[in-house]
């Protein structure tokens, strides 16, 4: 990816949209310093690595009024822990995601007299911020099990771990509607006997979930979102991003 202007950094935060109320993000990763220093260290300080955190900072216009506005998502998610997904240049699938599951730690609103109104907020990561893809988009309504676009993210190494988070936008139908979201893994871009690796909680209504593998050696290459779909006249827009770390 080559140099570009930031003009359409996607934000979900659980099961919210937050990208047209959003005119600036801010994603950290850091790791404490911790001073080793001692008398054979020749006149110059030694560090290593303490503990490491994610961190994400937004702001833009503030709304209100329903779920989907900032206000109500904000005031719903203070002090919670839950879905973080960020994408520096738009949602598409195989676009580059960062994810995390994020505690929400504060919420700035409003300003001076004449200024149009301001909401910033910021969380600190709870897991490491893994970086990724986008494997479904948050634009194609869904109204049937099936399965996502394949990716090649990469083989996980023994210690680390494939991270994916699910963001359910909207639902719709009669008949408790239900979304179960998977992630498979396979051997080719085939996926002739793929391996299901993580499944989500079963989804109801909008909101979202972020999971991870346990850690162990997974020498599949290729990954993608699977769902199955249940009730009646059902439609879920939903977005997913796949990540290791």
Not at 40 to 49: A, D, Q, R, V
Not at 60 to 73: C, F, R, S
Not at 91 to 117: F, S
Not at 189 to 202: E, Q, S, V, Y
């Amino acid at each position: 990816m080559s140099r570009f202007v930031l003009t359409n950094v996607r934000l979900f935060t659980a099961g919210v949209d937050l990208t047209s109320a959003t005119n600036k993000v801010e994603l950290t990763a850091k790791v404490d310093e911790k001073e080793t220093t001692n008398y054979g260290s020749n006149g110059y300080k030694e560090l290593i690595g303490g503990l490491a955190q994610a961190e994400v900072a937004s702001e833009g216009q503030w709304e209100a009024g329903d779920p989907t506005k900032v206000d109500d998502a904000a005031w719903a998610q203070l002090g919670g822990v839950g879905a973080w997904s960020v994408g520096p240049v738009g949602a598409a699938v195989g676009n580059l995601a960062y994810l995390t599951k994020v505690l929400r730690c504060d919420y700035k609103l409003l300003d001076a007299v004449g200024e149009v109104a301001p909401w910033t907020s910021s969380g600190k990561g709870t897991w490491p911020l893994a970086r990724g893809q986008f494997a479904h988009p948050p634009g194609t309504a869904r109204t049937a099990t099936g399965t996502g676009t394949g990716l090649q993210l990469g083989a996980v190494a023994a210690g680390k771990r494939m991270y994916a988070a699910l963001h359910v936008l909207s639902v719709a139908g009669t008949g408790t509607p239900t979304i179960t979201a998977r992630v498979e893994s396979s051997v080719d871009n085939t996926f002739a006997a793929p391996t299901t690796r993580l499944t989500h909680t079963a989804a109801t209504a909008a909101g979202g979930e972020i999971l991870r593998t346990d850690g162990t050696a997974i020498t599949d290459t290729w990954w993608r979102t699977a769902w199955t779909i249940t009730g009646t006249g059902p439609s879920f827009m939903f977005a997913t991003t796949l990540g290791i770390w």
